[in-house]
């Protein structure tokens, strides 16, 4: 890099003093987006192309430089590169690497264009690609859910709400659930592609440029769509990073909650699941235990997500608008939720695979706590045309009865029920088995193993 008579950096040539050596170290942000070299070079190629194309630098310049930009590529994909903190940043320590091998003609890159506009285009560029990253892995995610499912059609548990037992549902109509779930997360990234396909190459500092650039030329070169329309909002603009954040947030959050449910179903008290040997840890002291440490973890990385959402909010709460300092960090916190997103996606693909429902234990729980006291209810307004408040009464006077005699509904005589209500029939008594029960709920989005096979059908063909 070029140095002023202080041996300074080429912005520092106005300043009388060196830079404090301890806000060089620590106000460097070279440790964390050295990850978007790729990216940054493209771009200084992009624009290098156009500078040239509207004859604001010579073709022999535009060459020299580009050489130089892919030797220095080169350089940091085998990692002989020499990342030096007192350059800043990752655009700097380019700059600087490429005053040392072409001279002063490096100079001529940063025409018409700031760092403000450069790291912003970097951050899309990086953004579009781990979105697509991210896509992939989700998809995988409704793949394997999908796959469990359809071995799970008929294995029935017990649904439930304030985690009582409620309903019965089939274990597919679960997992199916969380598709759905999945697939909002995939919907929402896809949604934030307006918004990462506006390229803010070309809006400098604040103002624009006097110079005659081609924003539409970096546009196409870069694959974005349009350019950003307004120079100020762009510099200033970072609702695309927290789009990027929240969205991290919710796919995190659906993941943890997913994690909660199946750590309760392991649970040595439920034991609805158990998950094979390559998902549970050991205790350094009982020697019986399995834990499901993977789940656990899942299950506690959304403070990890929401903590990166929440840092990026406050820190452009109440910032006038252009670019500070401050914004700096948005690239550590954009890392950091990205890495962790990908490792739960990957790892929660491990788990939905490792997955060992313990069938007869949930079909037990299933008729237990007259979860079939709702359909008692809906077969009496059918069959014997009353209101459904009505209903709701003889029930709960069965529901009394079988809870004071200690017996499951199942085990409830067609004789005792009559004693009840004289109205109720063997038809009646056979429509609020567990079964019997799924297999009723036709209703669009309901349990029903019918439409959970087609349900499935719909998925298969939908995936892309
Ligand atoms: N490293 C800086 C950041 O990430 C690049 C932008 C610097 N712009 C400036 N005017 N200092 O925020």
Request: hydrophobic share 35%; glycine share 4%; aromatic share 8%.
């Amino acid at each position: 890099m070029r140095k002023n008579k202080n041996n300074q950096t080429v912005w520092s040539t106005r300043t009388k003093k060196k830079l404090s050596s301890k806000f060089i170290k620590a106000g460097s942000s070279i440790d964390v987006d050295k990850r978007l070299y790729k990216e940054d070079i493209a771009g200084s190629i992009a624009h290098v192309q156009m500078l040239q194309k509207q004859k604001i630098i010579s073709l022999k310049t535009k060459d020299k430089i580009i050489w130089g930009l892919k030797r220095i590529k080169n350089e940091i994909d085998k990692k002989k590169f020499n990342f030096e903190k007192s350059k800043e940043d990752i655009h700097m320590n380019i700059e600087s690497r490429l005053h040392e091998l072409i001279g002063e003609d490096a100079g001529l890159l940063h025409t018409a264009r700031s760092r403000n506009d450069q790291v912003l285009t970097d951050l899309k560029i990086w953004m579009k690609s781990s979105v697509k990253e991210l896509d992939g892995l989700l998809l995988k995610v409704i793949k394997n859910l999908i796959l469990i499912s359809e071995k799970n059609i008929k294995t029935i548990l017990p649904g439930f709400t304030h985690l009582k037992n409620a309903q019965p549902i089939s274990l597919a109509h679960y997992f199916l659930s969380c598709v759905e779930m999945f697939k909002r997360d995939r919907k929402r990234f896809e949604n934030s592609f307006d918004n990462l396909n506006e390229n803010p190459l070309g809006v400098c500092a604040i103002a624009g440029t006097s110079f005659n650039i081609d924003r539409l030329y970096t546009t196409k070169k870069l694959k974005f769509e349009k350019p950003t329309n307004n120079s100020i909002d762009t510099v200033s603009d970072r609702d695309f990073v927290l789009d990027f954040l929240y969205n991290i947030s919710v796919c995190s959050m659906h993941i943890s909650r997913i994690s909660e449910e199946l750590i309760i179903w392991n649970s040595d008290q439920y034991n609805f699941i158990q998950l094979k040997d390559n998902l549970v840890t050991g205790s350094s002291i009982m020697p019986q235990k399995k834990n499901p440490d993977t789940l656990e973890f899942l299950r506690g990385k959304s403070g990890t997500t929401y903590g990166s959402l929440i840092s990026m909010l406050t820190i452009v709460k109440g910032l006038p608008l252009s670019y500070f300092k401050d914004l700096q960090d948005d690239k550590e916190f954009v890392f950091k939720s990205f890495d962790t997103i990908k490792n739960c996606l990957i790892i929660f693909n491990e788990v939905i695979l490792g997955i060992v429902p313990m069938k007869d234990k949930m079909l037990v729980s299933a008729s237990k706590g007259y979860t079939t006291a709702t359909d008692l209810a809906d077969n009496l307004v059918r069959h014997l045309n009353i209101t459904f408040r009505d209903a709701y009464k003889i029930t709960a006077k069965v529901v009394n009865y079988a809870e004071k005699s200690k017996l499951e509904f199942e085990k409830l005589s067609l004789d005792e029920m009559k004693k009840i209500d004289s109205r109720i029939t063997k038809k009646i008594l056979d429509n609020i088995k567990v079964k019997n029960s799924i297999k009723s709920k036709k209703s669009y989005g309901g349990t029903s193993f019918e439409n959970i096979k087609k349900m499935i059908k719909i998925y298969k063909k939908g995936i892309k």
